[in-house]
């Protein structure tokens, strides 16, 4: 039977030593999967003792690092993340971390944008500065 963790309980386990997170409900040792992760120790450690589970379905995992995760499963996860203060907060925190790779899609789409209005503002721009100058300094 698995061990059933508090949120409270999970926060302390967010050191390099002692590393834990959760997915789908479900508690992960990645201690010693940290060295080993694509995305570094840092990034785990980042998100040590919380819920990654936007994270993790939003970095499109393959089958293998899906049975590798089960392989680290330690236990379950009792009540809802928001339970307490400490731990709405720290949600919230993720919540922001889960928003970095849209972020990056909304900047790059803003640059995007904003080349677009460049171009169709120097295109006109260069067709309508003979009219300007006629305009402008054009006798009385």
Request: net charge negative; glycine share 10%; proline share 3%.
């Amino acid at each position: 039977m698995s061990k059933a963790y508090t949120w409270s309980e999970l926060q302390h386990h967010n050191k390099t030593e002692d590393l834990f997170i959760v997915v789908r409900g479900s508690v992960y040792d990645v201690t010693k999967f940290q060295h080993e992760h694509p995305g570094g120790p840092e990034f785990l450690l980042d998100q040590g003792g919380g819920d990654v589970t936007e994270l993790f379905e939003d970095a499109g995992h393959s089958e293998e690092a899906r049975s590798i995760l089960k392989k680290l499963k330690i236990g379950v996860v009792e009540g809802k993340a928001n339970d307490t203060e400490e731990t709405s907060s720290r949600e919230n925190i993720g919540g922001l971390a889960g928003f970095g790779s849209r972020r990056h899609t909304i900047t790059a789409f803003f640059f995007i944008v904003l080349g677009l209005l460049f171009h169709y503002y120097y295109q006109n721009h260069n067709k309508m500065l003979p009219a300007w100058r006629e305009l402008l300094l054009a006798p009385n």
